[in-house]
Structure formats: structure tokens, C-alpha cells
């Protein structure tokens, strides 16, 4: 009779064995689905919050804030500095500005530098029409890197709208898209105007 106990107690072992397995499989499977549940929900609330964006107006290019990477500065490039002369019409004028672009990576400015005939082609455009007035003001220094900015990806097939070119009609926004621009900012090296 000894041997009846003997085989019960092994089977009442493997119960509670399964039992354990099945209520640890239970709770990692439920945290595993309450965590996938919350990641859903996350990456629906931010495709919600993109959405509104497109909605309104987008943000300027040069709005957008990015934080340096201390492991990644940014890269600039240089352009030889631009001599032309000025829009007056009263006298000849001059100016000679000296562009620097900064860039995302030192892969797309060496992808830059390929275009850089188109690119200073537009640059001398702009600064062609511009007068020594516009020129000397705060407002028209940034003026020109906007439109410095806008035309030295031009010829990558990126076009950057200038918000101030369109008046917006009342009471209907303007839809548009970001548009991505890998040339962040436009920095001026020396700016005479004579």
C-alpha cells in the first residue's frame, strides 16, 4: 500500500507545476498585450497630432528648432563670395556678400557641391534685383537668407514656399505640407554694400 501515496504525490506535484507555468504564462502574456495596447495608442496619438499640422499651415523651414548633435556638428559650405551690381537706379551700387550654407551631413554637401553652377546662378539673380535699401535693413538681410535658402535646393528638385509670397485669403487657411530642406540655415560671412 505504500506504493499508491508514492504515485499520487507526483501527480499532485505536476498540478500545481502547471498550474504556476500557465498563471506566469497569463501574466506575461497580459503585460505583453497591455504594452503592445499603450505602443498602439501612442503612435495613433502622434499620426493624429501629424495630421493636424497638415491641416493648418505648416511651419517654416526655418522654424523648425533642431538640436545639435554634439557627435554630429553640422556641416557648412562655403560659396565664393558674390560681387554684383545693386537694383538703384539713382547710382551704382554694389554688393559683395559671402554665403555660407549650413548642411545636414557632409554627404549631401558633397551632393551640393555638384549643383553648385545652378546654385550660384540663383543667388546672383536674387541679389541682382535687390536695392541698397533693402539691403542695409535688418528685415532685408533676412529676407535674403530666405530666398537664399529657397533657391539653393531649387535645383534639387526641392521648391520651399516663402509664406510671405502668398497673402492668405480671410478666414480660409492655406493648406500645405512640410516640405523637408536639408540645407538648415544661411549664414552671411561678410556682407559690404557700396
Same mark, same amino acid.
Given at each position: 500500500?505504500?506504493?499508491?501515496?508514492?504515485? %499520487?504525490?507526483?501527480?499532485?506535484? +505536476?498540478?500545481?507545476?502547471?498550474?504556476?507555468?500557465?498563471?506566469?504564462?497569463?501574466?506575461?502574456? #497580459?503585460?505583453?498585450?497591455?504594452?503592445?495596447?499603450? @505602443? =498602439? @495608442?501612442?503612435?495613433?496619438?502622434?499620426?493624429?497630432?501629424?495630421?493636424?499640422?497638415?491641416?493648418?499651415?505648416?511651419?517654416? *523651414?526655418?522654424?523648425?528648432?533642431?538640436?545639435?548633435?554634439? =557627435?554630429?556638428?553640422?556641416?557648412?559650405? *562655403?560659396?565664393?563670395?558674390?560681387?554684383? +551690381?545693386?537694383? %538703384?537706379? /539713382?547710382? %551704382?551700387?554694389?554688393? @559683395?556678400?559671402?554665403?555660407?550654407?549650413?548642411?545636414?551631413?557632409?554627404?549631401?554637401?558633397? /551632393?551640393?557641391?555638384?549643383?553648385?553652377?545652378?546654385?550660384?546662378?540663383?543667388?546672383?539673380?536674387?541679389?541682382?534685383?535687390?536695392?541698397?535699401?533693402?539691403?542695409?535693413?535688418?528685415? #532685408?538681410?533676412?529676407?535674403? @537668407?530666405?530666398?537664399?535658402?529657397? /533657391?539653393?535646393?531649387?535645383?534639387?528638385?526641392?521648391?520651399? %514656399?516663402? /509664406?510671405?509670397?502668398?497673402?492668405?485669403?480671410?478666414?480660409? =487657411?492655406?493648406?500645405?505640407?512640410?516640405?523637408? +530642406?536639408?540645407?538648415?540655415?544661411?549664414?552671411?560671412? +561678410?556682407?559690404?554694400?557700396?
Amino acid at each position: 500500500m505504500s506504493s499508491a501515496p508514492a504515485a %499520487d504525490a507526483p501527480q499532485k506535484g +505536476n498540478k500545481k507545476l502547471i498550474i504556476i507555468i500557465a498563471a506566469v504564462l497569463l501574466l506575461v502574456l #497580459g503585460g505583453g498585450g497591455a504594452f503592445a495596447y499603450i @505602443q =498602439k @495608442q501612442k503612435a495613433a496619438a502622434a499620426a493624429a497630432a501629424g495630421d493636424d499640422e497638415e491641416e493648418g499651415e505648416a511651419p517654416a *523651414p526655418h522654424a523648425e528648432a533642431k538640436k545639435h548633435d554634439s =557627435k554630429h556638428p553640422p556641416t557648412f559650405v *562655403p560659396l565664393e563670395p558674390f560681387v554684383v +551690381n545693386l537694383a %538703384d537706379k /539713382e547710382a %551704382d551700387r554694389f554688393a @559683395q556678400v559671402g554665403v555660407t550654407l549650413e548642411v545636414e551631413d557632409a554627404k549631401f554637401a558633397e /551632393e551640393l557641391k555638384a549643383y553648385m553652377p545652378a546654385i550660384r546662378n540663383g543667388i546672383l539673380m536674387v541679389l541682382a534685383h535687390k536695392t541698397s535699401q533693402e539691403l542695409l535693413s535688418q528685415e #532685408g538681410k533676412i529676407a535674403l @537668407q530666405k530666398e537664399i535658402l529657397r /533657391e539653393s535646393v531649387l535645383p534639387l528638385g526641392i521648391e520651399i %514656399d516663402d /509664406e510671405d509670397d502668398a497673402p492668405a485669403k480671410k478666414g480660409k =487657411k492655406k493648406k500645405r505640407r512640410a516640405v523637408y +530642406n536639408p540645407v538648415s540655415a544661411v549664414h552671411f560671412s +561678410n556682407f559690404i554694400v557700396q
